[in-house]
T-cell receptor, first 112, second 112 residues
Framework: DQQVKQNSPSLSVQEGRISILNCDYT??????FLWYKKYPAEGPTFLIS?????DKNEDGRFTVFLNKSAKHLSLHIVPSQPGDSAVYFC???????????FGTGTRLKVLA | GAVVSQHPSRVICKSGTSVKIECRSL??????MFWYRQFPKKSLMLMAT?????????EQGVEKDKFLINHASLTLSTLTVTSAHPEDSSFYIC????????FGQGTRLTVV
């Protein structure tokens, strides 16, 4: 049973436009959510996180939105840059445990 | 961010042998580290929680006698894949906690 789902395996976006990556979760106990960026043969790099007490968190070009009622979160990257091309994983867990359940990832390709 | 280093980054071993993978937190102490495994085009799957000074906690379905975890110090956790078989070939990643989960660069294990 996949508790964290990323239904789009890939996404292509033109440079300068907005990239929107989506993630759905099923476990209502999750109260902490993260996005990681991963290059091939490397470990994930932390990007941004959000606690369930918020519905939006922004860090530079990256914004994460959380819709608790829909059990849905999204990552917005604007403007998208070619260097953003990577696989993006969303992860969810219970705050304080650091045990995260990862989605299957979305491969983002930003076209120059 | 904090630095977590994994060694080796790539290893090829013969079927039936054992392989040790190290995970070090370079600039901080980590009482808790996590070990993940990633299959091709799949999500990162949590294998176990490594606790400094005590036994590791394994996730359901992970053989603890197969994947030996030792967290001997506050900066080092090791994962030993015992009697490796080709189906153990995978990408293994560790994470260490310092306010957030920071990941190592991963270890590509190939069992031939």
């Amino acid at each position: 049973d996949q508790q964290v789902k990323q239904n789009s395996p890939s996404l292509s976006v033109q440079e300068g436009r907005i990239s929107i990556l989506n993630c759905d979760y099923t476990n209502s106990m999750f109260d902490y959510f993260l996005w990681y960026k991963k290059y091939p043969a490397e470990g994930p790099t932390f990007l941004i996180s959000i606690s369930s007490i918020k519905d939006k968190n922004e860090d530079g070009r990256f914004t994460v939105f959380l819709n608790k009622s829909a059990k849905h979160l999204s990552l917005h990257i604007v403007p998208s840059q070619p260097g953003d091309s990577a696989v993006y994983f969303c992860a969810a867990g219970t705050s304080g445990t650091y045990k995260y359940i990862f989605g299957t990832g979305t491969r983002l390709k930003v076209l120059a | 961010g904090a630095v977590v280093s994994q060694h080796p980054s790539r290893v090829i071993c013969k079927s039936g042998t054992s392989v040790k993978i190290e995970c070090r937190s370079l600039d901080f102490q980590a009482t808790t580290m996590f070990w993940y495994r990633q299959f091709p085009k799949k999500s990162l799957m949590l294998m176990a929680t490594s606790n400094e000074g005590s036994k590791a906690t394994y996730e359901q379905g992970v053989e603890k006698d197969k994947f030996l975890i030792n967290h001997a110090s506050l900066t080092l956790s090791t994962l030993t894949v015992t009697s490796a078989h080709p189906e153990d070939s995978s990408f293994y990643i560790c994470s260490a906690i310092r306010f957030e989960a920071f990941f190592g660069q991963g270890t590509r294990l190939t069992v031939v």
